[in-house]
């Protein structure tokens, strides 16, 4: 019919079915514009659609159709103004409990980012004198591993015992050079006066744990304005990685 929208034309434009348009129309919530009277069939004008959308997001909100009843006065007529009415309330409160939940949400995240900060940021520790033997090394090599077991073999044929964790000392001079070195933990006797022997001083470091190893970038020497002095860097292995995953520990010495 010209003008007018078939019950299968607007099921498929509102996605709702065909069943629903029905029992729609039978308790009186959404009557079509015409039914023919051989056929049965429903027709709606296109002007009726937004008062389908209304009904449909009132059932959204939690308005059963069971409870479409109380919404018809004594003559039996619809109050669609009472309906919409109920909806833009639960509406409303929905939005409200979505905004709580939304602050809570926030909550948690400014806690975990808060915690992740912390995490980042180096702290103050106090290291006990710690005996090293080391070997040079160069940044660009992916032998980590080879080197750290070659000194655990020096260390015994030496006559000292080397235990982890292991790892990287930097030593930077202030005139900016740099000099690398890998090394093993000592414990008990060290000769001092092997110049593979060196003694990391008790003190006061700045530490920080990392995920991968960070020691070749550099990136702490802004941030703890290092330029121009002379101070030591050892990223120490972690033997036991926590939960966040990290499995180094930066600590910075500075004269």
Partial sequence: MKG????????????????SLRYYDEIG????????????????????????DAVSLCIELGIALRDFDKYRDESGAFRFRDLLYDGKLMAEQKIMDIRKRLETVQ???????????EARSF?????????ILTAPYNETEDNYSQKILRLFMLAQLLGMKAEYPAGLLYEYKPDGTVERFIFVHITGEADATDKRVRILPAGEYNCRKE????????????ELS??????????????????????????????
């Fill in 4 to 19: 007018y929208l078939s019950i299968g034309k607007v099921a498929k434009l509102k996605g709702v079915s065909i069943k």
């Fill in 123 to 131: 702290r103050p520790c106090h290291l006990e004198k710690r005996a």
């Fill in 29 to 52: 919530v959404f009557r079509p514009a015409y039914t023919d009277p051989v056929t049965n069939y429903r027709y709606y004008k296109e002007e009726q659609l937004p008062l389908l």
């Fill in 226 to 255: 290092l330029r121009g002095k002379h101070f030591l860097a050892i990223e120490s292995d972690i033997l036991e990685p926590d939960q966040s995953g990290n499995t180094v520990e930066l600590q910075i010495l500075v004269d």
């Fill in 211 to 222: 995920t991968t190893r960070v020691i070749d970038k550099g990136a702490y020497i802004n």
């Fill in 107 to 117: 909550i948690a995240l400014d806690t975990v980012e808060k915690a992740a900060q």
